[in-house]
């Protein structure tokens, strides 16, 4: 004789089977709908590879040389170097993140809680639906100056599309251009001039610093000479000279403008180490 207990029992098992069955079969299909799938670690598609679809995650990287591919879709904390060949379609999931420095996209869909950034320049998004966002983006190319446009199709906004702008090529003048390490001197000073159509009075102060080496010094003093179009900034010397060697070195100076764009300059000065008597 059953009870309502046993019956109970008969239940629950009876739905833990129908529940269960169709999520491992979810799951399964997860796996099973992409040519390639990637759980973790680091992958690249060089060039000549091709590629039906390809599923990402748990952490994966690639890195897209060339090739091609049909569908990429990305999941789980992904990211996506994409430096050229074609891909037809790019769907970015979850934290996923793509970079794309080059190549030729179909189509792309984006969740909200992905990002895209896009090193390119002239890049223009031309929305043509409501909440869907439908619409196309066009550009060019951060590393090879070509042209591009693709679609937008998805359910979600897409402001977290990043557009990284191309450095502006600044003139960029350091004194003096030969530095004794054992000189006692104060300053190293730069003289900026930026591409025309652009004024050195755009750029904010605290964005400029000095690099060498993966070390970063920030002016001490700055001057916008805005009658010429010319930034002059004084640098500790002391404080580069502490990271500098003997030798033909490369310094680089960069810097923002207020309206998000940057700039990048470099010169060469010759550092020695003169004993002093």
């Keep these: 004789m059953r009870t309502y207990k046993n019956r109970g029992k008969e239940v629950k098992r009876y739905l833990y089977t129908f529940l ?3 999520l491992l079969v979810c799951l399964f299909l997860r796996n099973v709908q992409a040519d390639t799938v990637w759980e973790s670690g680091h992958h690249e598609i060089n060039d000549g590879d091709v590629y039906g679809e390809i599923w990402m995650y748990n952490d994966c990287t690639l890195d897209i040389l060339g ?25 970015a999931r979850d ?32 929305p043509t639906g409501g909440y869907y966002n439908l619409g196309w983006i066009e550009g060019r190319y951060l590393d090879n100056d070509l042209y591009f446009e693709f679609d937008l199709a998805g359910p979600d906004t897409f402001s977290h599309m990043n557009v990284v702008p191309q450095p502006l090529d600044a003139e960029v003048d350091v004194r003096p251009k030969t530095l004794d390490l054992k000189s006692k001197g104060k300053w190293i000073t730069c003289h900026i001039w930026l591409p025309a159509d652009y004024n050195v009075a755009d750029i904010e102060p605290n964005s400029i610093v000095l690099e060498y080496d993966g070390n970063e010094i920030e002016p001490e003093w700055l001057w916008f000479n805005e009658e010429q179009n010319i930034l002059m900034a ?3 010397r002391s404080a580069l000279q502490e990271i500098l060697e003997p030798g033909d070195i490369e310094l680089t100076v960069t810097g923002f403008l207020n ?4 700039f990048i300059g470099t010169d060469t000065i010759k550092v020695i180490n003169k004993i002093h008597k």
Excluded at 113 to 125: C, G, Q, W
Excluded at 259 to 262: E, H, K, P, R
């Design 234 to 236: 004084k640098f500790s």
């Design 259 to 262: 309206d998000g764009s940057y």
């Design 67 to 91: 090739g091609e591919v049909s569908r990429l879709a990305a999941y789980d904390v992904t990211v996506t170097d994409w430096f050229g060949g074609q891909m037809l379609i790019l769907w």
């Design 20 to 22: 269960l069955i169709p």
């Design 95 to 126: 934290d996923s993140i793509v970079n794309i420095y080059g190549g030729t996209l179909g189509d792309l869909w984006a969740a909200e809680n992905s990002l895209i950034n896009l090193y390119a320049y002239d890049v223009i998004y031309h």
